[in-house]
């Protein structure tokens, strides 16, 4: 037997284990999206060496080094740049972006919005761990009312940042939240949104052990694990409105936005041939 | 045998076979808290790193749920079908 687990095919194994403390969720967010890229290259939709991923800086971000794919390790915030960029040239790729909620929500800010309002044609997954978690448990945007971080003693008093009602707004082409406590759930989004044209956005509830659950009273991973699956409410069909979670009412998780327009891709080469009189491509 | 000499332990469960790798534990604990039927339990020996890996306490009652695999962040556990 030369293989360990099954998903040591797509795995970097001599970084194996993972920087990430025990228990956190990230490592869970990773299987769960090498087994929808799997599903996909099983099936034939899309191939291996197509797949490349990109991430900024954090803990999320370094999900990038662990799979067997083509990988980007790029500034902080600038992944959605770096994987339009990739794309443009060569459009056969599907580019995957990773990045937390402090690399994506708050420092890149700026670029998902304009990757959203130009339909690019990546996969964006958010992991909203509701902390910055690599530099010691600070406020986040996404961190939700009242909550301590070791930047409010006080309890948080801002209020939190959606990204599922931002990116709907914009008009993303697939906007679902996920959970790691619901990982084969979660599998069906990635898998629905690895085949989507357009910019697909996941977000991903997730934990931090360490630095978001043992200062507000967790002690364990598991704790909070199950603490978060206690919040987590699945929807079929949930609206937009739906979406704005906090710690009391808990998180809705589901398929908000999905719907079929063409991606930037698409749109860019058209234009060219139009200019160009046609051969490029 | 594994990847590079990583020893796994193949557990013979009811249909199933439970593979553990003991030197990618991190001993967190999701595996035993997910399973629904407490097959999984914390061990006492220690791994490579000093983690206290998991073992299969109960392997019979084993229903091949795989949350134990959707759930290990460290690629640690899966579970195969066996032939019976």
Request: aromatic share 8%; charged share 20%.
């Amino acid at each position: 037997m030369a293989v360990a687990h099954p998903l040591d095919k797509y795995l970097r194994t001599d970084r194996i284990p993972t920087m990430w403390c025990p228990g956190c969720g990230l490592g869970i967010v990773m299987g769960t999206l090498l087994r929808a890229v799997d599903r996909r290259i099983k099936e034939g939709s899309l191939k291996r060496e197509n797949v490349g991923f990109a991430g900024g800086i954090g803990c999320t971000a370094r999900m990038t080094l662990y799979p067997l794919f083509d990988s980007a390790h790029v500034i902080h915030g600038r992944a959605i740049p770096f994987a339009l960029a990739v794309k443009i040239v060569k459009p056969e790729m599907k580019m995957i972006v990773v990045g937390g909620d402090g690399d994506l929500a708050a420092i890149g800010g700026n670029h998902i919005l304009h990757a959203i309002r130009r339909n690019a044609d990546l996969l964006v997954v958010m992991v909203n761990n509701m902390i910055y978690g690599m530099t010691g448990g600070q406020v986040a945007p996404t961190t939700p009312r009242g909550l301590y971080t070791t930047t409010t003693p006080y309890g948080n008093p801002e209020r939190e940042m959606n990204m599922i009602k931002l990116t709907a707004a914009l008009g993303a082409n697939y906007v679902a939240r996920g959970s790691i406590t619901h990982p084969q759930l979660l599998e069906q989004y990635l898998y629905k949104a690895l085949g989507k044209r357009g910019l697909a956005f996941v977000e991903v509830i997730s934990t931090c052990p360490e630095l978001f659950g043992r200062h507000i009273g967790f002690r364990s991973p598991v704790d909070l694990y199950m603490e978060i699956r206690k919040r987590i409410v699945i929807k079929a069909k949930p609206s937009i409105e739906e979406s704005d979670y906090s710690w009391e009412k808990g998180f809705v998780i589901g398929e908000f936005v999905d719907r079929d327009e063409p991606g930037f891709t698409d749109t860019i080469y058209e234009y060219l041939n139009k200019i160009r009189g046609g051969g490029v491509q | 045998m594994g990847v590079r000499g990583l020893s796994q332990l193949r557990i013979a469960a009811n249909k199933y076979f439970i593979n553990i790798i003991p030197d990618r534990c991190k001993e967190c604990g999701l595996c035993i808290a997910v399973c629904p039927t407490k097959v999984l339990g914390r061990g006492s020996e220690r791994n490579l790193r000093g983690f206290r890996y998991v073992v299969a306490l109960n392997p019979e009652k084993c229903i091949g749920c795989r949350n134990c695999e959707y759930n290990c962040p460290d690629f640690a556990i899966f579970i195969e079908v066996g032939a019976k």
